[in-house]
């Protein structure tokens, strides 16, 4: 899916060449705004959750807005900071349906993300479309709740408890769990190829984007924990989905070996 992100005002400037021409291609400094999160007591994983989550879903192509990670002198100001669609044409919430009938494919991808990175929170604010009613366009965000969750010095332990489980939502033993998508979906072609393609998550990239939050949000041992819960995360998936299949109540014709390659 295409990523294409309205921008809210832009300046055009010539630019010499060397030798003192003028470049006959316009160039343009572009203005956009974004919306930054700090961690905080109630939230210390924010900047890891949000960075390693953000850049899985960009890795697999799924429709996540730019991103970045800013910061002043030190990483106590350190924030997670992501396109804001605040302006004249913000996006609405979306639908559920009418979002998951228009993008069924694109949706049972944020399923199969979601159960890779163990996110307990996808509702329909924080998936922004275009339309509610008929959309040509989404994005989702907001990975707070992901990975080690939001209680301090719990990370590790919480990613332990996430192991057998899809972490999204496993009916009524987890009231804090929620996925308005999981429900709908009723394609398991499309569902086995989003497990191929997480399984081809590179053993170097997981580990890069973890490592990047050493120091920076987690200690080195939540660091080792993390790349090898993502890596045992990405082997095992198609098992673990069909462990749970119970949660997925409009696909009926199940494989034996969902993602095998």
Same mark, same amino acid.
């Given at each position: 899916?295409l990523?294409?992100y309205?921008?809210?005002?832009?300046?055009?400037?010539?630019?010499?060449?060397?030798?003192?021409?003028i470049?006959?291609?316009?160039?343009?400094?572009?203005?956009t705004?974004a919306?930054g999160?700090?961690?905080?007591?109630?939230?210390?994983?924010?900047?890891?959750?949000?960075?390693?989550?953000?850049?899985?879903?960009?890795?697999?192509?799924?429709?996540v807005?730019?991103f970045?990670?800013?910061?002043?002198?030190?990483?106590?100001?350190g924030?997670?900071?992501?396109?804001?669609?605040?302006? +004249? @044409?913000?996006?609405?919430?979306?639908e559920?349906?009418? &979002?998951? %009938?228009?993008?069924p494919?694109?949706?049972?991808? #944020? !399923?199969?993300?979601d159960?890779?990175?163990?996110?307990c929170?996808?509702?329909?604010?924080?998936?922004?479309?275009?339309?509610?009613?008929?959309?040509?366009?989404?994005?989702?965000?907001?990975h707070e709740r992901?990975?080690?969750?939001?209680?301090?010095?719990?990370?590790?332990?919480?990613?332990?408890?996430?192991?057998?489980?899809?972490?999204?939502?496993?009916?009524? +033993? @987890?009231?804090?769990e929620?996925?308005?998508?999981?429900? &709908?979906? %009723?394609?398991v072609?499309?569902?086995?190829?989003? #497990? !191929?393609?997480v399984?081809?998550l590179?053993?170097?990239f997981i580990?890069d984007?973890?490592?990047?939050?050493?120091?920076?949000?987690?200690?080195?041992?939540?660091?080792?924990?993390?790349?090898?819960?993502?890596?045992?995360?990405r082997?095992k998936?198609?098992?673990?989905?069909?462990?749970?299949k119970?949660?997925?109540?409009?696909?009926?014709?199940?494989?034996?070996?969902?993602?095998a390659?």
């Amino acid at each position: 899916m295409l990523n294409i992100y309205p921008y809210k005002s832009r300046r055009t400037f010539a630019s010499v060449r060397r030798g003192g021409g003028i470049n006959v291609d316009r160039t343009y400094v572009v203005k956009t705004e974004a919306i930054g999160k700090s961690p905080s007591e109630e939230s210390p994983y924010l900047l890891a959750n949000e960075w390693i989550s953000s850049s899985i879903a960009q890795f697999l192509r799924l429709p996540v807005p730019p991103f970045a990670l800013v910061r002043k002198k030190s990483k106590k100001t350190g924030m997670f900071i992501s396109y804001s669609f605040d302006g +004249d @044409s913000t996006p609405d919430d979306a639908e559920p349906q009418p &979002l998951y %009938d228009a993008f069924p494919n694109e949706c049972t991808g #944020v !399923v199969v993300l979601d159960i890779l990175i163990a996110n307990c929170d996808r509702n329909s604010g924080n998936i922004k479309v275009d339309k509610p009613s008929a959309p040509k366009a989404f994005y989702v965000f907001d990975h707070e709740r992901s990975l080690f969750y939001v209680h301090a010095k719990d990370g590790a332990s919480h990613l332990k408890s996430r192991e057998d489980r899809l972490g999204v939502t496993d009916g009524h +033993d @987890s009231v804090d769990e929620w996925h308005c998508l999981v429900e &709908l979906v %009723d394609n398991v072609e499309f569902m086995h190829d989003w #497990v !191929v393609k997480v399984q081809s998550l590179p053993d170097w990239f997981i580990d890069d984007v973890c490592e990047e939050m050493w120091k920076v949000s987690i200690t080195r041992p939540e660091c080792d924990d993390v790349k090898a819960f993502l890596k045992r995360r990405r082997d095992k998936i198609g098992r673990l989905i069909l462990k749970n299949k119970q949660r997925f109540p409009k696909i009926s014709n199940w494989p034996l070996f969902l993602g095998a390659k």
